[in-house]
């Protein structure tokens, strides 16, 4: 008998999800679950893990992040300028720092900033300065490109309207352009924010004191105590997810306005 | 608009002077040769086929571009040279585009206030006081707080030309003014430009509109290919071209439903 494409598509969306649901409830019946929640949801466990898991490690986690995000911000504004620049040797620069720092794992820049760099210049960098170097070298590559994307989308006539009205070039930047570009990068932004915060957690590669722990490194200190087993792994996992989702929602909701208004236009 | 006649005469309208002006796109020679003289408060018109390096002209004239060859002076600057303050320059010069380029994250005074703000450095309660007052003349004074989006493309234009009087130019360049608009939003710009010719600004305006210049403009410009083939009095000009060329073009614009047949 003959189907319409409709009826087809329906058909076979409903034995995806018939298949999705059988899935889902052998794993429910194979699982283990009282070892499982023992092990890795366990109650009394969850309940040592505060308030530290909150107000050292989460707390930390986001310092992080946040001075990884500005100085990855920074660096990233002075690459896109650079790469955009009319100054040839500027765009070179910035092109080979954008190649480097995107094809290098963040774990390469944790271990050279932490290890390298003092061997090298006998310095020593305390352990903030090193995550915000370390995170700011490694998101501003990302950032530049962002950034670099978002500018070249402002249409021409924005700057030509803004220098024909007096404007220097780094007033028409500062004032029109890249107040519009920042915009349109919003969403990569809030993602490249989810990234830093994930990345954050390489912080224990460096050493650190209990009070400079971050939630991947507290969870790991915890797991090796005496029978705490895996929940504190969970828990960290589940604080992870309270920055990172909200951010995701945030993203979105910055992609689809970002929509309405260009539809608008 | 009637009211505001006396303030709102362009202050110092200026000169300008093109000598010899070449421009050129790597090998494309887009001016060859420009020499053009306009008068204090007196309007010029550009016209000529798309391509013949009007807009070029007319972006040489506030340093969008960079000619190659000749001299440009606008009062008693030589924007041409080299040790110029392109800055400077452009605060003495309006320009309106074919699609407006309002800044679409500001409002419609914010539009108006910024440059006044930024490079100006008027204070706020100034800035906005000529910036309520241009739009007044530009019969959009209900608009302040709109965003650009919200307005329809004739709305744009007058406030992009708001904006640049905001600055009080002591000259102002139309490039195509009313090419992008709808048809029925076409004559809330152009009396506009006319009011403001009356008002004693110079302006030099890239168009289309052949009833416009030749009710307002002093002097038509016909281009063609990078040179200027003629120009006079813009009823000499549209009334009565002498060149083949202008005629071809005229009757293109003027009868653009009638079947032409192809000229030498
Ligand atoms: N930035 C540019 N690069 C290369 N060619 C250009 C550029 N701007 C204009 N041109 C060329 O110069 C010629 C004149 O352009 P334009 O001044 O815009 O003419 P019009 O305004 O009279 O239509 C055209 O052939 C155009 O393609
Ligand atoms: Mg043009």
Redesign the interface.
């Known amino acids: 008998m003959a189907m319409t494409a409709r009826q087809r598509a329906r058909i076979s969306r409903g034995v995806q999800y018939g298949l999705l649901v059988v899935i889902v409830v052998a794993l429910v019946f194979i699982a283990d679950w009282n070892t499982l929640i023992s092990r890795a949801l366990n109650p009394s466990v969850m309940a040592q893990q505060f308030p530290q898991i909150i107000t050292v490690a989460l707390k930390n986690t986001l310092i992080y992040t946040a001075l990884g995000f500005v100085a990855g911000m920074s660096g990233g504004i002075l690459l896109a300028l650079m790469r955009l620049s009319s100054v040839a040797p500027y765009r070179w620069i910035a092109t080979l720092y954008i190649e480097l720092f995107r094809g290098v794992p963040a774990v390469l820049v944790f271990l050279a900033l932490g290890f390298g760099v003092p061997l090298a210049f006998q310095v020593r960098f305390n352990n903030l300065v090193t995550v915000m170097l370390a995170l700011g070298l490694v998101s501003a590559a990302y950032i530049a490109e962002s950034l670099r994307a978002g500018l070249q989308a402002v249409p021409k006539g924005q700057y030509e309207a803004a220098r024909s009205l007096g404007m220097s070039h780094a007033r028409a930047m500062v004032t029109i352009i890249i107040p519009q570009a920042l915009r349109i990068v919003l969403p990569p932004l809030t993602n490249e924010v989810i990234l830093l915060a994930k990345d954050s957690s390489l912080v224990y590669l460096l050493g650190m004191t209990v009070a400079q722990y971050e939630l991947t490194k507290f969870g790991r200190e915890a797991i090796s105590g005496t029978g705490a087993g895996l929940t504190p792994l969970v828990l960290a996992g589940v604080c992870y997810l309270i920055i990172t989702v909200p951010l995701g929602l945030l993203a979105r909701y910055f992609e689809t306005r970002a929509d309405a208004r260009s539809a608008r236009k | 608009m009637k009211k505001s006649t006396a303030t709102a005469t362009a202050a110092h309208p200026a000169s300008v002077t093109i000598d010899g002006l070449h421009k050129s796109y790597g090998s494309l020679d887009v001016l060859k040769g420009i020499s053009l003289d306009v008068q204090p408060g007196e309007v010029v018109c550009l016209i000529g086929p798309s391509g013949s390096g009007k807009s070029t002209l007319l972006r040489c004239v506030?340093l969008?571009e960079t000619p190659q060859r000749g001299r440009i002076q606008i009062g008693d600057v030589e924007v041409t040279d080299p040790d110029v303050d392109i800055?400077?320059v452009?605060?003495r010069?309006?320009?309106v585009?074919q699609?407006f380029?309002?800044?679409?994250?500001m409002s419609v005074l914010k539009n108006l206030t910024?440059?006044q703000r930024?490079?100006?450095g008027r204070s706020e309660s100034a800035a906005r006081q000529t910036a309520l007052h241009n739009l007044e003349r530009v019969g959009l004074a209900d608009k302040a707080d709109s965003a650009p989006?919200q307005l329809s493309g004739g709305q744009q234009q007058r406030v992009?030309i708001a904006?640049?009087l905001s600055?009080d130019p002591e000259l102002m360049l139309f490039d195509e003014p009313t090419s992008a608009l709808d048809p029925e939003t076409v004559g809330d710009v152009l009396s506009i430009m006319r009011d403001l010719a009356k008002e004693g600004m110079t302006m030099l305006v890239v168009t289309h509109e052949m009833a416009f210049a030749r009710d307002v403009a002093d002097r038509v410009v016909f281009m063609d290919g990078g040179v200027v083939v003629e120009e006079g009095l813009a009823r000499d000009v549209i009334g009565a071209p002498q060149h083949q060329r202008t005629q071809t073009f005229l009757s293109r614009v003027l009868n653009p439903t009638q079947v032409h047949t192809p000229e030498s």
């Open positions: 506030n969008l800055d400077a452009r605060r010069v309006g320009m585009f699609q380029n309002l800044f679409p994250n910024v440059a930024k490079v100006l989006a992009a904006r640049a600055m």
